[in-house]
């Protein structure tokens, strides 16, 4: 995928993950568990800060399901190639507002500020992201911070789709999409109710969402449903096209609708 830093060259992300003239710096070290804490230590966590202002992202769950055990619906922030463990995470519903991790009952809103080099995903889950495999198949909300506080973002439905986001920048820049004054991407239409049986796939929850069309084993059926109603400029659908949004203050909102966990 290709993608452009704010303050420099764009780079392309190869199929193995490395890129050409970018190092990421990681946050949290996969080999490590993921970080657990409570209210008495949120304030030991790197990122677990309130909203001061600066950089970070509101998360607003516009999902009205309480799933499961969960009681609402957990987000989970990954980092680019930390595929196997979530850089931070709680189980904590009495002070949601600063956890990096969340369990956010329907209707409900959090701040988090990750860590100034956090370049990854925002995803639906539940405990089952906890078992050290693999868990990339749905809606990525994508999100990347410079050293110097400005950020970009972008919604991929790449790597599948459980359910449609809307990430707004916070900057009080003017919109590059005609129809609003907030700049934006995302979608908020429902694809997943009348999808053609061969557009599917499953989670490892049991639960079904709609296939990825990118790599090995993309579904052309998925790909050629969801290009029918939504647009490219909008959301990834390919990788030829960038749908991606700045913040120049480094703050963004992200709101996951009704979705599959």
């Known amino acids: 995928r290709r993608r452009r830093h704010l303050n420099g060259p764009p780079y392309i992300r190869q199929a193995s993950g490395n890129d050409i003239g970018h190092t990421q710096i990681y946050c949290h070290n996969e080999t490590q568990p993921p970080v657990y804490f409570t209210s008495s230590d949120m304030y030991a966590v790197q990122g677990s800060q309130p909203d001061n202002g600066g950089p970070g992202l509101f998360i607003m769950n516009g999902d009205p399901v309480r799933h499961g055990t969960t009681n609402g619906t957990m987000y989970l922030l990954y980092e680019n190639d930390h595929d196997f463990v979530p850089y931070l995470y709680t189980v904590l519903m009495a002070q949601p507002f600063f956890f990096p991790l969340f369990q956010i009952p329907p209707g409900g809103a959090v701040f988090v500020v990750p860590c100034p080099t956090f370049e990854g995903r925002v995803v639906r889950g539940d405990f089952t992201n906890f078992d050290g495999k693999k868990h990339l198949l749905g809606t990525w909300a994508e999100l990347n911070w410079n050293i110097n506080g400005t950020a970009w973002g972008d919604v991929s439905l790449l790597q599948g789709n459980d359910g449609p986001v809307i ?48 790599g090995v084993g993309g579904n052309g059926v998925t790909r050629a449903w969801e290009t ?26 992200v709101t996951f609708f009704s979705g599959v966990i």
């Open 228 to 253: 029918m109603y939504l647009d490219p400029q909008n959301v990834y659908l390919e990788d030829d096209i960038n749908p991606v949004i700045n913040s120049n203050n480094g703050r963004f909102s």
């Open 167 to 214: 990430l707004e920048a916070m900057d009080g820049s003017s919109s590059n999409n005609s129809s609003s004054s907030i700049k934006w991407k995302g979608f908020e239409v429902d694809v997943l109710s009348n999808a053609p049986a061969g557009a599917w796939a499953q989670k490892a929850t049991g639960s079904w969402c709609l296939d990825k069309i990118t």
